[in-house]
């Protein structure tokens, strides 16, 4: 079975703060994702990286970084939390075939409360 | 702009009966369509996939597919209260690389016992 693993399942942090996130994977999957959830708004694309040391914006970058640099594992870092970025977040990773991707499976999800 | 549209619901279903969950995308390059389930405050996991026109079963699931019409569904037979959750629809692009992978916000499915 597929495993996707994030550090964290709740975090409290203050604004301000630098916070990490981290995302393993046990199925050597190229590409890696990391995702925020709010309700109403679905699932929104942070960050994604489809090899070691790449990344690609996704439809929300601004606060954000990453970090890959090894296939496994795939880190979101926020340089300075705010309120508005508390949040739930799930990292997914997937393999590619050819050049399109298989499904996605999803890691646990992580709760950031940024206070 | 790819779009994945679903309604959100909530759709409630008796106990017993079928829940019928709808999706429509907008590009008609896509090829490969999945179903995630959601329990509130879990992640998604993946319980159907489909990639050619027709019907797919698997178990009490049984995913539609209409590339034609650009429409896929989601059917669940003798729903149960463990049903009730919120369902995503996902649509991949073909060729579309790492972030061919387009989701709905979900239909909420209630099933009232």
């Known amino acids: 079975d597929v495993k996707v693993t994030q550090s964290s399942r709740y975090l409290v942090k203050r604004t301000g703060e630098k916070v990490f996130l981290e995302c393993v994977q046990d199925?050597?999957?190229?590409?890696m994702f990391w995702y925020r959830q709010d309700p109403g708004l679905g699932l929104r694309l942070i960050y994604f990286?489809?090899?070691?040391?790449?990344?690609e914006k996704g439809d929300i970058p601004e606060g954000y970084s990453v970090s890959r640099e090894k296939k496994e594992r795939f880190s979101l870092i926020l340089e300075s939390a705010s309120t508005n970025q508390t949040s739930m977040y799930l990292c997914?990773?997937?393999?590619?075939?050819?050049?399109?991707?298989?499904?996605?499976?999803f890691g646990p999800g992580t709760r950031l409360l940024v206070l | 702009q790819k779009e994945v549209e679903q309604n959100s619901g909530p759709l409630s279903v008796p106990e017993g009966a079928i829940a019928s969950l709808n999706c429509t995308y907008s590009?008609?390059?896509?090829?490969?369509f999945f179903w995630y389930r959601q329990y509130s405050g879990k992640s998604p996991e993946l319980i159907m996939s489909?990639?050619?026109?027709g019907d797919k079963e698997d178990g009490r699931f049984t995913a539609q597919l209409n590339k034609a019409s650009q429409y896929v569904s989601l059917l669940i037979r003798d729903s149960q209260p463990s049903d009730s959750a919120t369902y995503l629809c996902?649509?991949?692009?073909?060729?579309?690389?790492?972030?061919?992978?387009?989701f709905g916000k979900g239909t909420h499915l209630i099933i009232q016992p």
């Open positions: 997914a990773s997937s393999h590619m075939t050819g050049l399109s991707q298989e499904t996605q499976y």
């Open positions: 199925m050597d999957h190229e590409n």
């Open positions: 990286s489809y090899d070691v040391k790449m990344k």
């Open positions: 590009d008609r390059g896509s090829q490969s």
């Open positions: 489909i990639y050619s026109n």
């Open positions: 996902a649509v991949n692009e073909e060729g579309g690389g790492a972030d061919g992978l387009t």
